[in-house]
């Protein structure tokens, strides 16, 4: 049967090419929850190093749930879609206090948890309780659709339920923790989305896409995400040492983070003067003894759905400003550091500093 012959070749596979990573080294639900967690739309080279503070920073997951989440999102701080964050806070505090410490132990228990999905719901069930259920990542979609030459749009609708019932039957009847994690390895060494090593792919000889040099085409992708331009101006001020900053309130992706006095315009950027004179910045530098403006720089920041054309205006402030009535508060240079920040701030932060 071919699905036997797929599953034999990638167990054998992942046994000579797996990569030695922590969170393969343990069945501890709240570790691989958490590299899970980390590893959505994030390298693993990126997210292993913040895998690693983060347990030696909270050993458990009642520690987390014990932690400000303003200190979780400093230390996520750089690996972005800090909603993620957020959720893995609200989730921790559910298991510690309402679970007394355990997480569920199955796949309709598990994707319940706020943040948890079907992908990781099952990677949690299969690698920390043994449970036989498929994972369906932007990996197994992809090794899935070259081997078996299926040329459904994966962003569509009845994408995930016919890639997860051919995953299903994929599935052996024994070993199926290694076998997830081998198709999702072999996707990301082997079968890579440019590039794939075919010559020496140990499934090239049933491979159809292989056989049909469909490997540039497959998996299909028609969906397409506009992406927008936005012009955003930060007033960095400063005054007696000390920056003026406020938490991001309200939803959106830099909630919980500190960020600058900002304004946005719509297709370019605003001259210097303009910014100063703007009716959300004025009031800051009207109570002052003097004015100096310290440097401009432009930074250029991609996100999945944006790109933030970022212009920083560093202004410096003499006598005590008279701040308007909002959540805003200068913070010395240590506090500034210990806050949690947008990636493109902290950066300009490392810029400017002498």
């Known amino acids: 049967m071919k699905e036997t012959i797929f599953a034999a070749a990638l167990l054998a596979w992942y046994k000579k090419n797996a990569r030695d990573l922590p969170w393969r080294n343990t069945q501890n639900p709240y570790y691989i929850w958490l590299s899970e967690v980390m590893l959505q739309q994030t390298r693993v080279v990126q997210g292993l190093p913040y895998f690693l503070r983060f347990v030696e920073a909270y050993p458990t997951v009642t520690d987390m749930a014990a932690a400000a989440e303003r200190d979780i999102l400093r230390l996520w701080q750089g690996l972005g879609y800090y909603s993620r964050a ?174 600058f006095l900002c304004v946005e315009s719509e297709n370019e950027f605003w001259e210097v003067e303009d910014i100063l004179q703007n009716p959300t910045v004025k009031p800051y530098l009207e109570n002052t003894d003097s004015v100096q403006i310290i440097d401009v720089q432009d930074f250029k920041h991609a996100l999945t759905h944006q790109i933030l054309q970022v212009r920083f205006v560093r202004v410096r402030v003499s006598g005590d400003t008279i701040l308007p009535q909002d959540d805003f508060a200068f913070y010395t240079p240590a506090q500034v550091a210990d806050l949690p920040k947008p990636i493109l701030i902290a950066n300009y932060l490392e810029k400017i500093q002498p």
């Open 86 to 259: 957020r959720n893995m806070h609200a989730t921790a505090q559910y298991i510690a206090y309402e679970l007394g410490g355990n997480f569920p132990n199955n796949y309709k228990q598990l994707i319940g948890l706020k943040g948890v999905g079907s992908y990781t719901a099952a990677a949690i069930a299969s690698f920390a309780f043994g449970e036989k259920v498929a994972v369906l990542d932007g990996n197994v979609y992809r090794v899935l659709a070259r081997y078996w030459g299926i040329d459904t749009d994966i962003a569509s609708p009845k994408a995930g339920k016919e890639f997860g019932a051919l995953a299903a039957q994929c599935l052996p009847d024994t070993q199926t923790d290694l076998y997830n994690q081998a198709i999702m390895e072999f996707g990301a060494l082997q079968c890579t989305p440019a590039a794939p090593q075919c010559i020496f792919c140990p499934l090239n000889d049933t491979c159809i896409a292989f056989a049909t040099g469909q490997q540039s085409v497959l998996p299909i992708k028609i969906k397409k995400t506009k992406v927008k331009n936005r012009f955003l101006h930060y007033v960095v001020l400063e005054q007696n040492g000390e920056l003026l900053l406020r938490e991001r309130r309200g939803k959106g992706i830099w909630q919980g983070l500190y960020e």
